[in-house]
């Protein structure tokens, strides 16, 4: 994506390449994502949780789960149209301050969005305000392509920028505050907008058979809680740290 256009001009560019990428497939990922909710992450989930979905595209998990309060954070303005009515939309670049009081998170999730952000320092940037804003026992939740087990598919895809690894993912959670909770290199499949959807059945199956994650998950899984060492919004880097 073009770092130098408007936030609006982006979110309008959003627009049109996700209308196109996810046209017909509305009801299909609804459904995936309710089996993944209730099957596999509703573990890390409470009815009593404030939750925030980063980058939450149409909105597909903080629609599913049952939280006492419900954010969703996202630049396409087409996610107005998909997020339930107790969700709070916040339509900004993830990369500058949030709208949310310290500590008030109890968990921040992102599905495939990370690798669509601009640089390493944005990446760093949404990690330290998504720390400042998580609750000392909260937890941050990534969900994203692993590119090791990729190669040129990762690319097939105009709008990833940031290759990542479960391994670059839990480097730069602890750069900026975090302590890695659980770190898995394969856990689902690639993409549901190109190829094989497999039934809903299959996917309960594969949820509970995490040798079928050692072969066919391209995904990596990685979650992280705030480090008590660190405080809110502080971290270890340092100006001009980066690469």
């Known amino acids: 994506m073009n770092s130098s256009i408007s936030p609006s001009e982006l979110g309008a560019e959003l627009k049109r390449i996700y209308g196109v990428r996810f046209s017909g497939l509305e009801a299909y990922r609804a459904s995936v994502w309710r089996v993944l909710v209730s099957e596999f992450f509703s573990q890390w989930l409470k009815p009593s ?21 419900k954010f969703a954070m996202d630049l396409n303005p087409s996610a107005k149209e998909h997020v339930g009515p107790d969700v709070r939309l916040i339509q900004q670049d993830c990369s500058v301050s949030w709208p949310l009081p310290d500590r008030s998170l109890d968990i921040v999730f992102t599905s495939n969005f990370f690798e669509h952000l601009p640089s390493k320092q944005a990446l760093q940037a949404t990690l330290i305000e998504a720390r400042r804003c998580l609750k000392p026992q909260g937890r941050l939740i990534a969900l994203g392509p692993n590119v090791r087990f990729l190669s040129g598919e990762y690319w097939d895809f105009f709008d990833h920028q940031l290759p990542l690894t479960e391994l670059s993912l839990s480097e730069v959670l602890i750069m900026t505050g975090y302590r890695v909770e659980r770190a898995i290199a394969k856990f689902l499949p690639y993409t549901m907008s190109r190829g094989f959807q497999p039934p809903i059945a299959a996917l309960r199956l594969y949820l509970r058979l995490p040798i079928l994650w050692k072969l066919l998950g391209r995904q990596f899984l990685v979650i992280g809680q705030p480090s008590p060492a660190i405080g809110a919004g502080e971290s270890l880097l340092t100006p001009g740290s980066t690469r």
């Open 49 to 69: 949780d404030t939750i925030l979905d980063l980058g939450c595209g149409y909105g597909e998990f903080i629609n599913t789960v049952n939280a006492a309060s």
